[in-house]
């Protein structure tokens, strides 16, 4: 009877931690690489619990056999609990993680520039009154950003934190042809939902012009928007945090307006 209750438990702790990290992490493509490697094995190990406790429920428990046949099959049954509830409170904690404490903020530079701006929520969003890095970094995800995340997260390889400002120049543009601002919905969709777009977004889409804020990655995740060459430095990568913000912007027109630099626009968000 205690043999048969420890299975009970084991199998359905198991199959619970499973089963969470699938309703939360909520895999869409199963033939990615990615994906494979991040939910497969906890599908087929919650697979072959159910069974398990399936025919534990009709059949009981065999004969338990030698107490070192008992201990091995409790141990690793436990050892595969422990796993999947490692999957699953990293998966909550890289997600959910507002207590993390923020990481301490490098002198302002030119990589460094947004991180002391103080951002504003635009017209109809709720009350955003951190800096940039302070929401990134102690929250993950921005109160007063778009929450879209694209999974696809990987760790830092530690070093001061820093902010990385660049624009989207999406468009072949000049100063002597400028183009027609493309739509933050385009890229919002295209880093979001393209396969091509989410191996190249960013931590955070901003538009300058509207105040409207996307953000595909959580702090404490590299992001994809700078170029990483195999062998060389993963500037992605290369700090505690590399919040990189992505500025809709290129010499462009914008209600019959012609902007030709950054601070040109509104600058609506970044208070």
Request: aromatic fraction near 8%; charged fraction near 20%; hydrophobic fraction near 40%.
């Amino acid at each position: 009877m205690p043999y048969t209750l420890t299975l009970y438990v084991l199998l359905g702790v198991g199959l619970a931690a499973s089963v969470g990290f699938l309703v939360l992490h909520r895999p869409r493509r199963f033939f990615r690489m990615v994906e494979i490697s991040a939910s497969w094995w906890v599908i087929i190990i919650g697979l072959i619990y159910a069974r398990s406790l399936l025919l534990l429920g009709i059949r009981g428990a065999a004969s338990p056999g030698p107490w070192r046949d008992i201990a091995l099959s409790l141990g690793l049954l436990a050892a595969i609990d422990g796993l999947l509830l490692v999957r699953l409170f990293s998966y909550l904690r890289c997600s959910c993680g507002t207590t993390h404490k923020a990481h301490p903020r490098t002198p302002e530079s030119p990589s460094t520039a947004l991180s002391g701006k103080r951002l504003t929520a635009p017209e109809g969003a709720s009350s955003c009154p951190r800096t940039l890095m302070e929401a990134t970094v102690s929250d993950l995800w921005m109160p007063c950003a778009k929450r879209l995340s694209i999974a696809n997260t990987a760790p830092m390889d530690g070093g001061p934190a820093k902010a990385i400002a660049h624009t989207t120049w999406d468009r072949k543009a000049t100063k002597a042809k400028p183009q027609d601002l493309v739509p933050c919905a385009n890229l919002r969709t295209y880093f979001g939902s393209n396969a091509s777009g989410r191996q190249a977004a960013p931590h955070v889409l901003w538009d300058p012009f509207t105040g409207r804020m996307v953000q595909f990655f959580p702090a404490n995740s590299r992001s994809l928007s700078l170029r990483d060459l195999s062998g060389e430095t993963l500037t992605s990568r290369v700090g505690s945090v590399v919040i990189q913000v992505e500025a809709l912007f290129l010499w462009c027109r914008v209600g019959g307006k012609t902007f030709e630099k950054l601070t040109d626009t509104p600058c609506k968000g970044k208070g």
